[in-house]
């Protein structure tokens, strides 16, 4: 795998998703409200970062039956799998209520 390619996507969808949620996201959300926000978006666009190097590695006249590149992409997408898991399913739904939830400490917003 190219290592430039892979790190100029990276740095580009990092660009990217930054520059995106600081011009959008909300000034009143918490900063914890904010970072989760920003890992579910960049999990969506790693998507770009990492479908053409799946491709590339999948293809042996290009990688040269690299195995390693294929695993660490397996590990990759399995990482990627399990954070948005449970982005969407337990840490986001628990910051929605309690960024709607009308206590003063964090134990009663809980």
Do not use: K
Request: charged letters at 10%; a negative charge.
């Amino acid at each position: 795998i190219h290592h430039a390619a892979f790190a100029s996507t990276c740095a580009a969808t990092l660009s990217v998703a930054s520059v995106v949620f600081l011009c959008y996201f909300q000034r009143d959300c918490s900063l914890l409200s904010f970072f989760a926000s920003l890992a579910g978006f960049l999990c969506a666009l790693s998507i770009v970062s990492l479908v053409p190097l799946d491709i590339y590695a999948s293809v042996p006249e290009l990688n040269d039956g690299d195995r390693d590149a294929r695993t660490a992409l397996q590990e990759l997408w399995n990482f990627l799998y399990w954070v948005t898991f449970w982005l969407t399913w337990a840490v986001c739904p628990l910051l929605m209520y309690y960024e709607d939830a009308g206590g003063f400490t964090w134990g009663a917003r809980l």
